[in-house]
């Protein structure tokens, strides 16, 4: 029987099971399969799971069962050197799957990308040596050439010539014009040796890879020069040859505009692309803003499209005004005070409502988010405490459960402010409002848990690369960061200067506005006796300190308007933390501050 052809320049494949299980190894195969992927083949000896999970495929059930049936599966002899672990089997002779990811479900047991299962000694994975698959009708891109070797490409050469090109200048003649991720590997490798860093060689075949295979004609491309940004469409293939001084090696023809824009006069997630630090960079993500400041879309035949070249324009972000609704939910008289707020968040987009405890800091802030970015759907909530890092609140690697398996792996997990960040700057999302509620703000560790995103406060018009994903990130424009913090406890005064910069400061005191006279609002509203009202602001003349005042929030409760209510929320909410204030000073504090005394002070 003729043995099946690999798949010429691809090495050997190796999948490792958990709890050391044993490995598995095959090839690709030459032949595709009926899914339209490589095959695969795994050769004998390969270790392969004996139980099969409920997520596996009645196909791949059905496979495991003939194979096992046939002999071409029995099970694998103990390894005394190993732990006893669960039951395995071992191929018998190469088997023959119609794909990658066919091959890992025989393996594991259960469904699995192959892909990104299989991987090589080096571990680089399966993916890096198949040919470019799908990709978007068309793209756009940032390729940068002011500055290459110390020459201004784009103008002395780009702009005039009309083309865009990368160095490449060790890179070898390419026989294939769609070369895979493993081949670029193997080609920089080997002509950057002593060359170029292993970050500098990482980024280069990334680059290729985009240039020679992501990249066609039709795609829009731009590039930066002197403040200003071009913007052209591609309209050749990529080209190898010799160039004075290597600079431009490798080329494609571009059709560019004549016309450029400032650096100022760019939408702000165009802004945000050009801080990322790559001589490639995809700018398919803001290809819409690029459009609207070419005034039509770039594509290569509209007959064929039907696109008429107008594109519909982009929507403003902006925060909806202050409604009547909102003032008298609140129970606000003072309007330009929640004008003012929403003045703060479109200019400085992050802000903190602090004051001392029961003041409606957290009340205020959800309603505030709800109303500006339309609905509870756009908001998230996170309460800060000594524990949290940048980890729980960002992106980092977590212990999670597999579904199937029920082995626990550390894996990239992001955080809320990922997870909001990552929704907020969708395609149809960017001109809605989302916000971030930071509760208790002052109890972490701030400078712990925000990392390199303190600059991004700061500087949305910038992108940082993060620490565990290697992505490069902004925040988008249309995420507004709410906090909240008390001021009873003094950690307030330990906030330091960046953040402080990097966030407005609004007090909720019981002695000035919006809060002040808050509760005696709500009493009428709810036609009830307005002694409560009286009594907190005789409590409050008699607290000298400002942070340790009592907020309304305390008796706004529908269990203080039963029967011995009022009395309870004094007796078991309000003195004791008069208590702690006093603690030590040898004050009678019921005497000072209980119902009896207050109310002798009544007229």
Wanted: glycine share 10%.
């Amino acid at each position: 029987m003729p043995q099946p052809e690999l798949l010429p320049g691809t090495p050997e494949f190796r999948l490792k099971l958990p709890k050391d299980g044993g490995e598995a190894r095959g090839h690709l195969l030459a032949e595709f399969g009926g899914n339209g992927t490589h095959k695969f083949l795994l050769r004998a000896g390969s270790i392969v799971a004996a139980e099969a999970w409920p997520g596996l495929g009645d196909h791949a059930r059905r496979n495991r069962a003939d194979l096992r049936a046939s002999g071409g599966l029995v099970d694998a002899p103990a390894d005394p050197d190993l732990p006893q672990g669960p039951p395995r089997w071992v191929a018998t002779r190469d088997i023959e799957c119609n794909s990658s990811s066919a091959a890992a479900a025989l393996v594991h047991g259960y469904d699995a990308s192959g892909p990104e299962s299989w991987r090589t000694a080096e571990g680089h994975p399966l993916a890096d040596y198949l040919s470019t698959g799908w990709r978007a009708p068309r793209k756009a891109w940032l390729v940068r050439g002011s500055n290459v070797s110390g020459h201004n490409l784009v103008r002395q050469l780009w702009l005039k010539e009309g083309f865009v090109s990368l160095a490449a200048a060790h890179l070898p003649p390419l026989e294939d014009t769609d070369p895979t991720k493993s081949a670029l590997r193997r080609f920089v490798e080997e002509g950057y040796e002593g060359a170029a860093s292993y970050s500098q060689k990482r980024g280069l075949i990334d680059e290729l890879h985009a240039f020679l295979t992501q990249m066609r004609v039709g795609d829009t491309v731009a590039t930066f020069d002197d403040g200003r940004l071009h913007v052209g469409r591609i309209t050749g293939e990529a080209t190898q040859s010799a160039s004075p001084g290597g600079l431009s090696n490798l080329r494609r023809a571009v059709a560019w505009r004549a016309d450029s824009h400032a650096y100022e006069e760019l939408p702000g997630e165009v802004q945000q692309k050009l801080s990322v630090q790559h001589d490639v960079v995809d700018l398919t993500g803001v290809l819409d803003a690029l459009d609207g400041l070419t005034g039509q879309s770039e594509r290569t035949d509209p007959a064929e499209t039907g696109d008429t070249g107008e594109r519909p324009a982009l929507r403003e972000l902006t925060l909806p005004d202050v409604s009547g609704e909102l003032a008298a939910d609140l129970l606000v008289h003072d309007r330009a005070w929640l004008e003012e707020m929403r003045e703060l968040l479109i200019d400085e987009k992050q802000l903190v409502l602090y004051g001392p405890p029961g003041t409606g800091k957290t009340y205020m802030a959800m309603k505030l988010a709800e109303h500006f970015g339309g609905g509870p759907e756009q908001v998230k909530v996170v309460q800060f405490h000594p524990s949290y890092a940048y980890e729980d609140f960002f992106e980092g690697f977590r212990p999670v459960a597999d579904p199937e398996t029920r082995e626990v792996a550390f894996r990239l997990t992001a955080g809320p402010l990922r997870e909001l960040a990552d929704l907020a700057s969708r395609e149809g999302n960017r001109h809605i409002p989302h916000f971030l509620i930071i509760d208790e703000i002052n109890r972490a560790n701030l400078a712990k848990v925000f990392g390199e995103l303190y600059f991004l406060l700061e500087y949305r018009d910038r992108s940082v690369r993060l620490t565990y994903s290697g992505d490069d990130f902004p925040l988008p424009p249309n995420l507004f960061v709410i906090g909240t913090m008390n001021t009873a406890d003094r950690s307030i005064a330990l906030v330091d200067a960046a953040m402080r910069r990097r966030f407005a400061f609004v007090e909720l005191s019981p002695r000035s506005e919006p809060t002040a006279g808050l509760l005696a609002r709500w009493l009428r509203s709810k036609g009830r006796d307005l002694e409560p009202a009286r009594l907190l602001d005789a409590l409050n003349a008699r607290i000298e300190d400002a942070d340790f005042a009592i907020g309304p929030s305390y008796l706004m409760k529908p269990g203080v308007y039963r029967e011995g209510g009022l009395e309870r929320t004094w007796r078991t909410k309000i003195m004791p933390l008069l208590e702690e204030h006093h603690y030590g000073e040898g004050i009678d504090v019921n005497a000072r501050y209980g119902l009896d005394s207050l109310r002798g002070q009544l007229p």
